[in-house]
Nanobody
Framework: QVQLVESGGGLVQVGGSLRLSCAASGRTFINYAMGWFRQAPGKEREFVAAIGWSGGKTFYADSVKGQFTISRNYAKNTVYLQMNSLKPEDTAVYYC???????????????WGQGTQVTVSS
């Protein structure tokens, strides 16, 4: 089992920044690829970013490329999502997930956090 706990969400103005954190506990963190997803009201959960188990590979949704950065700290068993130049359309609940491979579909991840709300006000 892997337990994931997100933090760092909140209310921010357009153009602002937030850094989300996802703290992992349980099974060895290094064994898992990590992903960030988001879900806005009335919409399906969508892929945002992923990072491989080694940390050397990252992948982003086109909608956030150049705007968001995913990283991981093995000493802290934590994965981060740095979000810059935030827009109202970035408003959603953000979830982190752990899985065997770095994929873009929610079904490819086994463990999920409870989510953290990000609201971007205009």
């Amino acid at each position: 089992q892997v337990q994931l706990v997100e933090s760092g969400g909140g209310l921010v103005q357009v153009g602002g920044s937030l850094r989300l954190s996802c703290a992992a506990s349980g099974r060895t963190f290094i064994n898992y690829a990590m992903g960030w997803f988001r879900q806005a009201p009335g919409k399906e959960r969508e892929f945002v970013a992923a990072i491989g188990w080694s940390g050397g590979k990252t992948f982003y949704a086109d909608s956030v490329k150049g705007q968001f950065t995913i990283s991981r700290n093995y000493a802290k068993n934590t994965v981060y999502l740095q979000m810059n130049s935030l827009k109202p359309e970035d408003t959603a609940v953000y979830y982190c997930a752990a899985g065997a491979m770095m994929v873009t579909t929610p079904g490819g991840y086994v463990y999920w956090g409870q989510g953290t709300q990000v609201t971007v006000s205009s």
